[in-house]
């Protein structure tokens, strides 16, 4: 009969241990595993009746960029199992910061997280404040160039959303949020205009939003001749802008000055010919009236992102033509003068003194 017991208890443990994930004890992390972290229905209570689960899908991390790595690798505090103690919070930061060169891989300064908005409100202990799980997650981390990643280019408008749901819906109603719907990746997505990292407010100068930077912002793509023939967009408009009287207005610190998120908005971007853009015809005299208040239904008659200096200005070209001969003209005619005034008065003061 205990010949029996044992058997049934061998043949039960065996199908139990089967059933756990494909993890070994020849996985250095297999113990904290198959005693407590592998367990689905492992968790901790935080609050009464609240409960935070301490699970850790083997099969994610095992997809993860740090499938090779030990547990304490990032828990370096935990030294014997079961814990004696409650872990300290980790930060990723001990590891992803530049110059590191053990392998953590730094594309960009992610220690400017500490400075961000994100890492700001983080440090005042504001409970819905980001920190580097919230988008990259805890131990299921994928490389963005992974289409199961958060990071990845078509998920980042929506792991921004988890926090900044009003804003992504204005960006899907906008060209390019309904371009990333159509699976163009190359489309703009969040980080490309308030970047990765280092989010600061628009009135800081280091932020890629500040009105002085706002225009170079938007040129990473709109300068781009390949992106924008695919997409049907002129791809002069930053230069044209920057030769503006508005951009000239910038450059000189006049920050009040019309940028491009002025008059095309931030987030619900929309197509000139769209009825609700405030760049359509209909709605330019309102929108340039938030500056000119004195503006009236004739500057939809104008023209637009236009290079004095291109043909395809048109009367403009001819009127900027004129005035650099005329200045040219000019300038050349007062050198000649001035010459011959030098030459005059040496002439006389040449006479004068073998008199």
Not at 112 to 140: I, L, M, Q
């Amino acid at each position: 009969m205990k010949r029996l017991i044992a058997l049934a208890v061998i043949i039960g443990s065996a199908i139990i241990v089967s059933s756990w994930p494909s993890y070994g004890q020849r996985d250095p992390n297999a113990r904290c595993l198959l005693e407590c972290h592998g367990k689905p229905d492992f968790k901790r209570e935080v609050a009464p009746g609240q409960f935070k689960s301490l699970y850790v899908d083997y099969e994610q991390f095992k997809a993860s960029v740090h499938k090779e790595k030990l547990c304490v690798d990032c828990h370096t505090d935990v030294t014997v199992i079961p814990h004696q103690r409650r872990p300290e919070q980790i930060h990723c930061l001990q590891c992803h910061y530049q110059g590191n060169v053990v392998g953590a891989p730094v594309s960009e300064r992610p220690e400017k997280y500490k400075e961000s908005v994100h890492g700001k409100a983080f440090e005042r202990g504001d409970p819905n404040a980001p920190d580097c799980k919230s988008c990259h997650t805890v131990h299921a981390v994928r490389p963005p160039t992974d289409p199961l990643s958060p990071v990845y280019r078509a998920n980042i408008p929506k792991t921004c959303a988890s926090c900044h749901v009003e804003i992504y819906t204005e960006y899907l109603e906008g060209v390019h949020g309904q371009a990333l719907r159509n699976n163009v990746l190359e489309s703009a997505v969040c980080s490309d205009c308030h970047r990765e990292h280092d989010l600061f407010p628009p009135d800081d100068p280091r932020s890629s939003l500040h009105p002085q930077n706002v225009a170079n912002t938007c040129a990473r793509c709109h300068t781009d001749v390949k992106i924008m023939e695919r997409r049907g967009v002129p791809v002069k408009q930053v230069e044209a802008f920057k030769k503006s009287f508005h951009g000239i207005a910038i450059e000189f610190g006049i920050l009040r000055s019309a940028n491009c998120v002025s008059c095309h908005e931030y987030h619900k971007i929309l197509s000139s010919r769209d009825p609700r853009s405030p760049i359509h015809p209909l709605n330019l005299a309102q929108t340039c009236g938030q500056c000119h208040p004195n503006a009236s239904s004739n500057v939809a008659r104008g023209r637009f992102h236009i290079i004095p200096s291109d043909p395809d200005a048109g009367i403009v070209f001819w009127v900027y033509e004129f005035y650099r001969w005329l200045t040219i003209v000019m300038t050349a005619g007062f050198i000649f003068y001035i010459v011959l005034d030098l030459y005059g008065r040496w002439r006389h003061a040449r006479r004068s003194s073998h008199g």
